[in-house]
C-alpha cells in the first residue's frame, strides 16, 4: 500500500554522472528517491549532497541480480560508459546491460512501473547514415572491443520492446548521445573530461586519430530534461503504453574533437599543444543526432550552447582539482 503522494523513482546507475543529475532534478521536483548502484564507475561524492534528505535513499546492489522494492517509475541507467571503463571488464558490461534489463523489466512488470532505458547512439555503431534518425539501424561490429556495450544496448532495446509487446510494459527508450557536464570522473576517459583536465593541467592534449572525427556534446542539463520530458508523456487510451521511442536525446551541433580541443585551450587559456595517439579500433568517424522526433514528440532542444556547458564544466574541473579529490 502506498501511503504518500510521492511518486516513487528508482534510478538504477544513480551515483553515476548521469544518474546523479537525475536523482537532484527528481528530488526538486518532489519525487522520492531510490538510487541504486554497485559504485563500478559512479563513486559516493556523487550523491554526497542528498545524504540526509529524507526523500532520497541509496542501496549498493548490482542491477544483474534480481531487485524487489515497491515504485511507480524506472530509469535503468546502470552501465559503464566511458570505453576504458566498460572495455576492463567486458563480461560483466554486457550482463550489466542485458541481464540488468531483464530484472528491472521483471520489477517493472511486477510494480506496473513505467520504465525508461538509458541507451545510446552507439547502437548506430560507425553510422553509414548520417544524421541519425531512430529509423536506422545501425553499423555496429558484433565481435570488436566495444561490442560489449553496443550489442549489449542492443540486446536491452530488444528486451524493452518484447516486454512492451509480449507483457503490455509502459516503455522509453532513449538513444543518449555524447553528453557532458560537472561530475564527470575526471579518469573516466571521455573526450571532455580529458581534454579539460589536460588543459587545466598545462599537459599535452591526446587527440586520437587526426582529429576530424566528429561528436555532437550536449550538455547535462538539457539531457536530463529531455529524459524527464519523455518519461511524462502521457499513457495512450484506455491506460495503453505511451510511445515507447526510441527517441534520440542530444545536441545536433557537430564538432570535430580538434574543433572542441582547441575550443577547450581558448576557454582554459592552457599552454597545452595537441598531440596524437592512434585511433582506438572501431572509433566512429561522424556521429550527430537528428532530433525531429524529439521536437515534435516532446517539445524538446537543447539550448545550452558547446562553449556555455563547458564554461561550467571547467568550473567543476577546476574545483575538483584544486581539492586534489
Ligand atoms: P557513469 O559511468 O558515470 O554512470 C553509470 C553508473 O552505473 C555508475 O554509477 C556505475 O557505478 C553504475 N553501474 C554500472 N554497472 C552497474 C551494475 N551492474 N549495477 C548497478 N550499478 C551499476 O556513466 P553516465 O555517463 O552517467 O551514463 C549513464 C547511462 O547513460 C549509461 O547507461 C550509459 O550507457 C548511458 N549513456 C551515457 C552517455 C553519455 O554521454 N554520458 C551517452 C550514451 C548513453
Ligand atoms: N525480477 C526482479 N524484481 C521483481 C520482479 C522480477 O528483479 O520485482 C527479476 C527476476 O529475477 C526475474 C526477472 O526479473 O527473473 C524477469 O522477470 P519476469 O517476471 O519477466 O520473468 P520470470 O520471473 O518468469 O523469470
Ligand atoms: N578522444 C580523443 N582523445 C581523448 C579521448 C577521446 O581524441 O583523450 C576521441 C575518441 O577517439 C572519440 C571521441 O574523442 O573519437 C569521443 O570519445 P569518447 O570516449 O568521449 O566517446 P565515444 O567514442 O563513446 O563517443
Known sequence: MKIS????????????????????????DGCDVLCVDNFYSGTKDNIAHFV???????????????LYVEVDEIYNLACPAS???????PVQTTKTSVHGAINMLGLAKR?????????TSEVYG??????????YWGHVNPIGLRSCYDEGKRCAETLFFDYHRQHGLDIRVARIFNTYGPRMHPNDGRVVSNFIVQALSNEDITLYGDGEQTRS??????????????????????????????????NPCEFTIRQLAELVIELTGSKSKLVFHPLPVDDPKQRQP????????????????LETGLKRTIGYFESVLLSGS
Open 126 to 135: 560507425d553510422p553509414k547514415v548520417h544524421p541519425q534518425t531512430e529509423a
Open 111 to 119: 510494480t506496473k512501473a513505467k520504465i525508461l532505458q538509458a541507451s
Open 290 to 305: 537528428d532530433i525531429s522526433l524529439a521536437k515534435r514528440l516532446l517539445n524538446w532542444e537543447p539550448n545550452i550552447s
Open 52 to 66: 540526509g534528505n529524507p526523500h532520497f535513499k541509496m542501496m549498493r546492489h548490482d542491477v544483474t541480480f534480481p
Open 217 to 250: 556534446f550536449c550538455f547535462v542539463d538539457d539531457q536530463i530534461e529531455g529524459f524527464l520530458r519523455f518519461m511524462a508523456l502521457p499513457t495512450g487510451d484506455n491506460g495503453q503504453p505511451g510511445f515507447p521511442g526510441p527517441v534520440n536525446l542530444g
Open 5 to 28: 503522494n510521492r511518486k516513487r523513482v528508482l534510478v538504477t546507475g544513480g551515483a553515476g554522472f548521469l544518474g546523479s543529475h537525475l536523482c537532484e532534478k527528481l528530488l526538486k
Open 83 to 89: 570505453p576504458i571503463h566498460y572495455q576492463f571488464d
